[in-house]
């Protein structure tokens, strides 16, 4: 397992990291605590988490896993989104649903939308303190590596209370390090006042790319690191990016010139995990990792992929509209 050194918690890490979103939802608990144990087994270190994850049911599924390994992880949990209200008609479903899903992945969609919505909740230093130690209740721990704030708005960022509370929480020990997950140009605002925050969490992928903008213009007198994810896109980036390749000859030729001769799609996935980890070289990318299929392909590519130059050299040119 690759693995990279994360500066603001003086330890190294996996370079990949597991996206625990459908832990306990989409995913239930046999066959996630199987996908953590498979992860954890080929190396995995880094755990994300979140108190709405799962319709509420994944910091507790992690905890139960990570019970006489956690000296040898790093857990990312988050303040400020709470899950949605299940009913119990919908819990019974839930098997039912996960089936479906199975059978059809394309209905994933279509049943999202039958889902409660997870709630963003408006930050308060006493609600961040009261959640941070629920989260730790949940995931049976007395600490975690980085409390991230969860989809923040720039007012959050910005209030006493709310800065006063983050010193508190690491102060008190329930906390390693202060994160920021959502939207870049909240957390680029946030690391403009304050020193606090040295992690930032958010999507990056070939068409959406954060990093490269974000150290276009964070301070260059500070060091910071990402989490990322969305490696294949809220908006469809594996469907572009393979309808591109099938349509013109010449990006085709560009991708099979770097070795990526598989056929579109496949191709396609390859190439923009190799982004994600070329891009973000330094930092966790978040991955899913229940199919193993999926995870094994995951391992693959930190073995595999072109160098990071090759794959960022590539991008540039598979994005511009001009093909060099």
């Given at each position: 397992m690759r693995r990279v050194e994360f500066a603001p918690l003086a330890r190294s890490v996996s370079a990949i990291g597991f996206g625990s979103a459908s832990l306990g939802s989409r995913v239930d608990g046999k066959r996630g605590t199987?996908?953590?144990?498979?992860?954890?087994?080929?190396?995995?270190?880094?755990?994300?988490?979140?108190?709405?994850?799962?319709?509420?049911?994944?910091?507790?599924?992690?905890?139960?896993?990570?019970?006489?390994k956690r000296l040898h992880v790093a857990v990312c949990t988050k303040v400020g989104v709470v899950p949605g209200r299940v009913s119990l008609s919908m819990r019974i479903a839930k098997p039912v649903v996960r089936w479906a899903l199975d059978l059809q992945p394309e209905m994933r969609k279509v049943l999202t939308n039958f889902r409660p919505p997870a709630q963003r909740v408006r930050l308060t230093g006493s609600f961040i303190e009261s959640s941070t130690v629920e989260s730790l209740r949940r995931l049976q721990t007395d600490y975690v590596d980085v409390l991230a704030l969860h989809e923040p708005t720039i007012e959050d960022v910005q209030r006493d209370d709310v800065l006063r509370v983050l010193d508190d929480v690491v102060g008190k020990g329930y906390a390693r390090a202060i994160s920021l997950a959502g939207d870049l140009v909240v957390a680029l605002a946030a690391v403009a006042m304050s020193e606090r925050f040295r992690i930032i969490q958010f999507a990056?992928?070939?068409?959406?790319?954060?990093?490269?903008?974000?150290?276009?213009?964070?301070?260059?007198?500070r060091a910071f690191s990402f989490i990322t994810h969305s490696v294949y896109g809220h908006n469809g980036s594996l469907d572009a990016l393979t309808a591109m390749i099938e349509k013109d000859a010449g990006k085709r030729g560009l991708i099979d010139s770097a070795g990526y001769r598989d056929a579109p799609r496949m191709a396609a996935a390859a190439f923009l995990l190799d982004f994600a980890l070329a891009s973000n070289s330094d930092g966790v990318v978040l991955l899913s990792m229940y199919q193993s299929q999926h995870f094994r392909f995951n391992l693959s590519r930190l073995t595999t992929s072109p160098p990071a130059e090759v794959v960022l050299d590539l991008a540039s040119r598979l994005v511009s509209p001009n093909l060099a």
């Open positions: 199987a996908a953590l144990a498979r992860a954890y087994d080929a190396g995995v270190t880094w755990f994300d988490v979140a108190p709405s994850y799962g319709d509420g049911d994944a910091e507790v599924l992690l905890g139960k896993f990570l019970a006489g990056n992928n070939l068409f959406t790319p954060n990093v490269a903008l974000a150290k276009r213009q964070l301070p260059t007198n």
